[in-house]
């Protein structure tokens, strides 16, 4: 009995040594930039300063007395939540149409995810080019078919921008979706289609008793994935519209960027990354949260 | 005999070795970060570095050429790390900030053996007195590019003034989906150098010569009620444009009249000769004060000290003035002729001469107009200037208040709430002043 206990403690010893490495790497890598970025938040830095005098917790009074973090707020709510709601829709009926068997199912497949495959700085300048007013195909192409006669203002007008850089987004991210949904869609036993099909099923009740309960807990997982994912999203709304018109796209992540790099105030961009990795920790509990009930049902 | 061989051979490949690596310790390396990435600027660098490295071989420079966003993170980083490049582009808004914290080293008598007297007026600013950046080319953003043959169509003449500027707009705007005019309106620093023009043009100043903010000032608001009208006469998309729009669109050959930068006459030539040959250039419109005032500033390059980890100062020294003068100077600017314009007087005559052989078809009037950088202000030069008998009177001041806001895009927010929100110009500009009274007052408590 003794000799087991040994052996467990030398076996739990072990596993500590051998876990050493990656959990060192995780500190140095995840908990270091993230203590850094608290401290900066606890003091007033400014432009070429490498620290500056400890101000306590009067950066984070600043930003929630700051309108421009609720407005920041609101858009960051509206772009993760549009775009995400988009790209589920689009990718579950994507995925759905590709599950079924018809000729050039590969090519059809190939091409859906093609938008993922290419690199998002020259998707979004593309993009950028073709919604242009004057020099944009997109304008073109709806004023040659008669739906517009003026070119509308796909990036500049207060209405328009958001929902250019949501129609952007979910062009760039619903394949994600649909590779996920394809990927359970493929493993339901097809006994279970025909045995329903003999009891006389029609297809909406063979995909809402047989299809949508197999999907739903990779669709919800995929959806708090991508629900994360878009809400630290950078690059495409700052190369489509910069934050722009006034602060109409403006997210939290740019805010972050702006307040770090065109004001120099580090302090304050370093408090709203934190109310903003605050924000995203809630979003992960929900996730692990799911993960759990998904296991446990399994 | 054959071991003898490798010996000798394994034992003069190890010397080789030896010498080699003790040359290369010998060698003091220059870093030099800067952000011109133009194909035609970089091969210029390369072939500079070469012909620098033949006659100083302990000296070898590292170049490293980044995006304008991208140098401003790795100065920020650098400076953190202490690991600045000895060479580095810095930008108007950071002169004051870096050189007060001891991260340049003072240039002055670099400055005084290439000639103080050389320079173009206003191009070098000192800061406390000193000079802590050298100049290597000018930037003129008061030039009017107009279609000339839109104009004869038209039966306009060059417009010499705000009203005849609005009047020439109107008529040049048609059924043809042509725009008369073209300025940028979007959440960027080139709206707010355009703004700039206007407002200094109608006799205003973001700031006094004490440095109290006086941007509700009338002028102020004459130049964003300018702004407002002539929005009418633009391509309704202004609102996103920044610095390539100004260029790009002018290509489409869809606008009459675009006050802007020399690069866009650069690029027609290269790439649309058509509309290059039916494009001529004038100086600005005269706006209310009487005078047609050209936003030029420089760029420049400035030396990193030791406190921010700098290491071969003396060698970057050395290199900076072989680049900022001479024939170097000279085959940079020709790089995109007539847009680099040579801060010191003595090269430019060449640069006119050469450049518009080799560019503008022999177009040398293109080039003199582009090269006039008369009645200039700049952000940090722009403290209560005064605008008398058709001249800019400068009042010496140099403000290290308004790149904070420049920055902050607050010029060009205003623009925005004139030209997209349809708000009242005045009321656009108390907000403006609002705004930077905030950040000036913070800038002092600091």
């Given at each position: 009995m003794a000799d087991n206990r040994a052996a467990l403690a030398g076996d739990r010893l072990l596993a500590y040594a051998a876990l050493a490495p990656s959990a060192f790497l995780l500190l140095l890598l995840a908990g270091v930039p993230t203590i850094t970025v608290f401290v900066t938040a606890m003091q007033d830095v400014g432009m070429g300063d490498t620290d500056g005098p400890f101000i306590g917790f009067e950066n984070f009074a600043w930003v929630f007395a700051e309108p421009a973090f609720y407005t920041a707020l609101w858009n960051t709510f509206v772009w993760v939540f549009g775009s995400v709601a988009l790209e589920m829709l689009l990718g579950l009926g994507l995925a759905l149409l590709l599950n079924k068997s018809f000729a050039f199912r590969g090519a059809a497949r190939a091409i859906v995810l093609a938008p993922y495959l290419v690199p998002t700085v020259v998707a979004v300048l593309t993009w950028r080019y073709m919604l242009h007013d004057i020099v944009g195909v997109v304008n073109a192409a709806l004023m040659s078919i008669g739906i517009t006669d003026q070119p509308l203002l796909w990036l500049n007008s207060q209405g328009l921008a958001m929902t250019s850089v949501i129609m952007v987004g979910v062009w760039k991210f619903f394949p994600f979706v649909v590779i996920a949904i394809l990927g359970i869609l493929q493993s339901i036993p097809q006994e279970q289609y025909e045995a329903a099909k003999i009891d006389g099923a029609s297809d909406f009740q063979q995909f809402w008793r047989i299809t949508l309960p197999y999907v739903m807990p990779v669709f919800l997982l995929t959806a708090l994935l991508r629900t994360i994912w878009s809400f630290n999203k950078f690059e495409i709304i700052y190369l489509m519209t910069g934050g722009g018109p006034l602060d109409a796209t403006t997210t939290l992540p740019i805010l972050v960027y702006l307040k770090a790099f065109?004001?120099?105030?580090f302090g304050r961009a370093a408090a709203i990354a934190i109310v903003t990795l605050a924000i995203l920790c809630v979003l992960l509990a929900i996730y692990f949260f799911f993960i759990k009930r998904a296991e446990a049902r399994q | 005999m054959a071991r003898t061989r490798l010996y000798l051979s394994i034992g003069g490949s190890l010397v080789a070795l030896l010498m080699s690596s003790t040359a290369w310790a010998q060698q003091q390396v220059v870093r030099f970060l800067h952000n011109e990435t133009d194909p035609p600027s970089i091969e210029f660098f390369n072939n500079a570095i070469k012909a620098f490295e033949a006659e100083n071989p302990d000296i070898h420079i590292e170049m490293e050429a980044v995006s304008t966003d991208g140098r401003l993170q790795k100065v920020l980083a650098s400076i953190n790390t202490k690991t600045m490049p000895e060479i580095f582009k810095v930008l108007p808004e950071e002169r004051f900030e870096f050189a007060r914290k001891g991260y340049l080293v003072p240039l002055d008598d670099m400055v005084d053996e290439i000639g103080r007297d050389d320079y173009v007026a206003g191009s070098l600013v000192p800061v406390e007195g000193k000079i802590y950046d050298v100049p290597y080319t000018l930037g003129n953003y008061g030039v009017l590019w107009q279609r000339e043959d839109f104009l004869k169509a038209k039966g306009v003449s060059t417009p010499k003034t705000w009203d005849e500027l609005l009047a020439g707009a109107e008529a040049l705007t048609g059924e043809d989906g042509n725009f008369g005019f073209l300025f940028p309106a979007g959440k960027n620093r080139m709206t707010g150098i355009f703004l700039s023009q206007m407002i200094w043009g109608a006799g205003g100043t973001y700031f006094d010569k004490d440095l109290n903010v006086t941007f509700d000032n009338p002028g102020t608001v004459k130049a964003l009620t300018f702004l407002r009208d002539i929005a009418k006469f633009s391509p309704r998309g202004i609102g996103s444009y920044s610095y390539g729009d100004m260029i790009n669109v002018y290509l489409t050959g869809k606008i009459g009249l675009d006050i802007y930068a020399p690069r866009l006459i650069a690029n027609a030539a290269a790439n649309t000769p058509d509309l290059f040959k039916n494009t001529i250039a004038d100086n600005m419109p005269v706006g209310p004060s009487g005078v047609a005032v050209k936003f030029v500033n420089a760029n420049s390059f400035a030396l990193s000290s030791e406190t921010v980890g700098s290491k071969n100062v003396e060698a970057a020294r050395k290199f900076l003035k072989f680049i900022v003068t001479g024939e170097r100077l000279r085959d940079f600017s020709l790089t995109v002729h007539p847009h680099l314009i040579p801060p010191l007087k003595g090269v430019q005559e060449d640069v006119i001469k050469l450049g518009a052989a080799q560019t503008l078809g022999g177009r040398e009037e293109i080039s003199r107009i582009a090269f006039d950088t008369s009645n200039a202000l700049d952000f940090e030069s722009e403290a209560g200037a005064q605008f008398k008998d058709g001249a800019v009177i400068r009042s010496g001041v140099v403000n290290p208040y308004i790149g904070s806001i420049v920055a902050r895009d607050i010029p060009a927010q205003v623009v925005q709430r004139v030209v997209l929100q349809g708000e009242d110009p005045a009321a656009a500009a108390a907000w403006g002043q609002q705004r930077m009274q905030a950040i000036v007052d913070d800038l002092k408590k600091k």
């Open positions: 065109s004001d120099f105030e | -």
